[in-house]
């Protein structure tokens, strides 16, 4: 069974969503902290390296694989609390240039910290593997993880959803995004929120972490860090303002690179990123505030 | 008279230029490189200045036009039997020309210039995050094509057999070009116009400057100076693809914003200071002795201690450590400037 244009099949639609799916919750994670902070930032894709470095090493010690991915959770839960007390908390203030800079900084950092302390080579995140063996959906291959990772990206967003449009929290969270000076005025405390974001947005980064360990086994330094290049784009092009559209772009520029990467003989595959990048640039001229968004004729802040 | 109060804004940059190139004389050969070294990345610096400095747009493009540069200059130098051999795939015309040092530094800088000034015609309309990103993609974009197109160099290989013509008074004439040719644009009314877009878009627009040609016109130029600083970087090292990416576009902004990114001298500063210090650790894994005592540090380290700093003075001193101001000799006092100041702190 074949959709039968373009040499489309199945598993590689499957492959579409599975990507689209694991870099709309990092588009979540990295529109989230910009949200509330006004802050870009480039060192998440860290934070998913250190997560997956936590599953290898889990891996290695013959760890069960709840444990691992507790241990998963916990490092990068640690280490973006770390990054915010250290280094944006005492930017907060500051353009946001500069704030941008300071998270490449930290990413070039964290890094070189992960290549002097594990290596250049590649370390295996083995147990999860078994979760790429497929499933027989309706007569189609489909593997686990395409299915795991749609229904993960789902769930997480919709939980998320939830917590921003019916609880106190959220309601903060949404009233400092939108203007941080005033929600403060009338009673938003700053530092929770931040808090909060940050959490939510480290939780995220864990879930991905565990979603690109299995797609991609070998964790290197610059783990991550492609796709973070990638969902920044994509956040960007579908519109960094409002969480919803930011989702949108992430999942569409990861839909869009897991269908071309199927699609595409290995002679032009080799030229994808040309191709999404190309892609991302006119649609910035067209829509320079967002793909997803209405315009508003709006000043841009940044 | 008010000439004159200016001059430090070219000499002191230029002087600083002078200062390293003279102290990678009088040090040993191996570890002159590290001074070369130097001098290619404020070469590179100063470039990133012309347009990020200027206008107050970040850009992560500027490493593009660096390695078209590269490109240009590696494929004009090298000689056309090595070609023949190393490049296969390689376009007839670019197999069969060669130009010799100084034209292809020249023509280096052209076609950075050229295709700055391509990119930036779509480019200069958009502003912030938006004009962030699509820079990005061009650098991507670049990377990509420079990677795997063999028709046009090395594709995943590095440059060898480039003629090493970069020494250090070739690095250190370099680095003066560039900082005389910055000196000269921030002079200029274009320079003035574009910083006044910095400071106020608005304002600068209701004065009847256009953004977009002001933009567009020191992105060219700062193109233009990547490019020349590209093919001198190419006949200092044998460069591929991947060295003129994200790693050397992280470390060259971070230059730039820890020196000071409003100030040319800012640009200079932050490149020697953070090249020196990042050198030194990279020495020092050879072992280096300091003062006396003899310092070994693991690979590694020098990454980390450039990360670090650049946290720390970013925190400490957002505005760089020039706080983004030149060097100029101090005003003469008059009574209306004493009147003036009065003014301003009631």
Known sequence: ?302 | MNQLRRLPELFAPALLILATAWLGLAVSGYLQAYFVDTLVKVAIVVALYVFIGNSGVLSFGQISFVALGAWTAGLLTMPEDEKRIGLPGLAHFLLTTNTGNAASLALAAAVGGIAALLVGLPLMRLSGLAAGIATFAVLEITNNVLNYDGSIGPSLNNFSSVPATTGIWQAAIAGLICVAVSYVYQRTRFGRMLRATREDPAAAAAAGISIYRQRLLAFTLSGALAGFAGGIYVHLQPLAASNLYLDLTFITLAMLVVGGSGSLLGAVVGALALNGIFSFFSAATNGVGVLGWHLTVPSGTAEIVLGTLMAVVLILRPSGLTGGRELSLPRRRRPVADLEKARATT
């Open chain 1, 1 to 302: 069974m074949t959709l039968a244009f373009l040499n489309l099949t199945w598993p590689t639609f499957a492959d579409g969503l599975e990507l689209g799916g694991i870099y709309a919750l990092m588009a979540v994670g990295i529109g989230l902290v910009f949200g509330v902070l006004r802050l870009v930032n480039f060192a998440y894709g860290q934070l998913i390296m250190a997560g997956a470095y936590a599953l290898a090493y889990g891996a290695t010690w013959n760890l069960p694989n709840w444990e691992s991915i507790l241990l998963c959770f916990g490092v990068v839960l640690v280490l973006s609390v770390l990054m915010d007390r250290l280094v944006f908390r005492p930017l907060r203030l500051h353009s946001p240039a500069v704030m941008l800079v300071a998270t490449f900084a930290v990413a070039f950092l964290l890094q070189n910290v992960a290549l002097l302390k594990f290596g250049a080579l590649p370390r295996s995140v083995g147990s999860l593997a078994l979760l790429n063996a497929p499933w027989d959906i309706f007569g189609v291959e489909i593997k686990k993880i395409a299915v795991i990772s749609v229904a993960t990206a789902v769930g997480s967003l919709t939980i998320l959803q939830l917590l921003l449009t019916r609880t106190p929290l959220g309601l903060h969270m949404r009233a400092a995004a939108t203007d941080f000076r005033t929600a403060r005025l009338l009673g938003v405390r700053a530092n929770r929120v931040i808090g909060a974001a940050v959490i939510l947005s480290g939780l995220l980064a864990a879930v991905s972490a565990v979603m690109l360990s299995v797609q991609d086994i070998n964790v290197v330094p610059a783990f991550g860090l492609q796709d973070t290049i990638v969902v920044l784009a994509g956040v960007v092009l579908g519109g960094l303002n409002r969480p919803i559209p930011a989702t949108l772009g992430g999942f569409a520029i990861g839909f869009a690179t897991g269908i071309l990467g199927g699609v595409l003989s290995s002679n032009q595959v080799q030229y994808l990123p040309a191709f999404v990048f190309a892609a991302v640039i006119v649609v910035l001229l067209l829509r320079p505030n967002g793909l997803f968004t209405r315009a508003t004729g709006a000043v841009e802040r940044v």
